[in-house]
């Protein structure tokens, strides 16, 4: 446990103690405290959660594949969640400025059998079918910290202290974090979890890994007309505005009551520093396929998250004593198939199947995930990824190999961490973008916020910890031009202009931390890794509906 400064005294916590404790409740996290619970009704299990509600964080696709559901809760479909979208159709098209070309769809992306929801929505009918067998959810009560014993095991998790104003006084309001003790803790916190990212580098969990790889997913969802939408249609693109060298593509899935949800991925692991993630996406709303559809629509929710890419060579060791990874903080989304939640609820289980089994010791789960049906689905994709690193057509060309012999090269093709990729200025050849005039909402980030919904008290500690400020106005707008500015999407970053107190202009960076949609995007690109996020205060953040 992390120990306060010599001169501060002790603040007595509340303890709570568990059997289990599970940080996130997302599917895997869900899917674990169910299955537990099916399995080991007496044991105590509890799940915090950082969002205000259950799903407020959730954002994703998501078109999901049923068989991990059907597993779990065999009756699902008597009582679905609230958006459940049969698929029907399929389409891949390969955009240019102006156009596209119907393209065969890839094997992995037919989704007839699927069904399209959404993932925030999903987890908010998971949580009560939870509480129904037993398991104790707390919305609201951010992990701040893991609970060490003295041989360093994992022994549970700190929740934030609430009411701590900006310079770090206390407000009146202030009530201390309370401990929750458990004998094991399960880590489902999703893509670039900040607990995970402690843990990883405490118990080197990556020594023998691949780093891992992200994108981020930047999300909206709309309403149209009703006679626009055909429900259960399913559209992915790639190509335009995306250039060769840069790892982009979209999704629209057409839903039920005239909604649309559409979003734009781009790989983080992008080489020109001038790329902007998020208005690629609102160039891609705006091309002549696409705009047809949302002209005199209205949004309904937005949001981004990153999304974790890296697959089978990145999969870091899931055990460490007191403790497992599940999910999408584990890294088991498939790369080609677009899709996570099945991967999220297998493990899930699996974990909850392993606990009860070794008496709720961690040690054999990493073996037990790695000879699993999980991980076979991600060794036999392992190299599609990858393979874009070395532009569009060789990797379509890789992509169409490891899918014609399943996966069978002989070779393991490497991942680099994201943040390296980046090109300096005047390195980087500017590509060719082909921008089109915007006139589809959002016109700017901050009008994006908006429709996250995204709240944090103004007067709390700013949770993305930057080590060095220094280097932003030096180093990093001489080499790469200050990128945190372009790859947030929620305005976040500004270098400012402001006199320093003898009246001399002076460059600094202003961080808009009340605009951060907790897509984790800045912690995973800073070229410098200076940018650290932590949790803000519980339930602090976005308020997707729906996304």
Same mark, same amino acid.
């Given at each position: ?26 599917? *895997? ?30 954002? *994703? ?168 939408? *055909? ?129 709720? *010791? ?186």
């Amino acid at each position: 446990m992390s120990q306060p400064p010599n001169d501060a005294p002790e603040i007595e916590r509340d303890v709570m103690e568990y059997d289990v404790v599970t940080v996130g409740a997302g599917p *895997s996290g869900l899917a674990f405290a169910i299955r537990l619970k099916q399995l080991a009704p007496d044991l105590s299990v509890c799940v915090i959660e950082k969002s205000s509600t259950i799903g407020a964080h959730i954002l *994703s696709g998501a078109v999901i594949e049923t068989g991990p559901l059907d597993a779990l809760l065999p009756n699902w479909r008597d009582n679905p969640p609230p958006i459940c979208v049969p698929a029907t159709d399929d389409e891949f098209w390969l955009l240019s400025q102006h156009g596209g070309r119907k393209l065969p769809v890839p094997p992995g992306m037919h989704n007839h059998g699927n069904v399209i929801v959404s993932l925030g929505a999903m987890c908010a009918w998971l949580a009560p079918q939870a509480e129904a067998l037993g398991v104790e959810i707390y919305p609201g009560f951010a992990a701040a910290e893991t609970l060490h014993g003295e041989d360093g095991s994992v022994q549970g998790v700190r929740i934030g202290d609430m009411g701590i104003a900006k310079d770090g006084s206390h407000k009146p309001g202030y009530t201390p974090g309370i401990d929750i003790r458990a004998k094991l803790t399960v880590l489902a916190e999703g893509a670039r979890g900040h607990l995970t990212k402690r843990l990883v580098k405490r118990f080197h969990l990556d020594a023998d890994s691949d780093p891992q790889g992200y994108s981020i997913g930047i999300k909206e969802l709309w309403q149209v007309p009703e006679e626009r939408v *055909s429900p259960g249609k399913i559209v992915h693109s790639f190509g335009w505005p995306a250039d060769n060298r840069t790892y982009g593509g979209s999704f629209l899935y057409h839903l039920d009551k005239g909604r649309i949800a559409l979003g734009y991925v781009s790989g983080l692991d992008y080489q020109d520093p001038d790329y902007r993630p998020w208005e690629a996406f609102q160039q891609w709303k705006n091309h002549p396929m696409i705009k047809p559809l949302l002209e005199g629509g209205s949004i309904l929710s937005a949001g981004a998250r990153a999304i974790v890419t890296g697959g089978w060579q990145s999969l870091p060791r899931v055990e460490m004593p007191g403790a497992m990874l599940i999910g999408d903080t584990a890294g088991l989304l498939n790369v080609p198939k677009v899709k996570g939640t099945h991967q999220a609820i297998r493990s899930g289980m699996l974990a909850a199947e392993h606990a009860v089994a070794a008496g709720l *010791s961690p040690e054999g789960f990493d073996a037990r995930l790695r000879a699993s049906d999980v991980m076979d689905e991600l060794r036999k994709v392992r190299n599609i990824k990858p393979g874009f690193k070395r532009g569009l057509w060789f990797g379509m060309l890789n992509a169409a190999w490891e899918t014609v012999t399943g996966g069978r090269s002989p070779w393991t093709l490497k991942n680099k961490a994201d943040w390296s990729s980046l090109d300096r200025l005047g390195q980087h050849e500017q590509p060719r973008r082909d921008y089109v005039e915007r006139s589809l909402e959002p016109r700017d980030r901050l009008a994006g916020v908006y429709y996250a919904a995204t709240e944090h008290d103004e007067d709390q500690p700013v949770h993305l910890k930057v080590a060095d400020t220094t280097v932003c106005v030096t180093r990093c707008t001489e080499e790469y031009g200050n990128p945190c500015t372009r790859f947030c999407p929620a305005g976040v970053y500004e270098i400012v202009e402001q006199p320093d107190p003898t009246g001399t202009p002076a460059r600094h960076l202003q961080i808009n931390a009340a605009n951060c949609v907790h897509c984790k995007t800045c912690d995973i690109k800073d070229p410098y890794q200076i940018i650290d996020w932590v949790t803000p205060e519980g339930g602090a953040g976005p308020n997707y509906q729906n996304l």
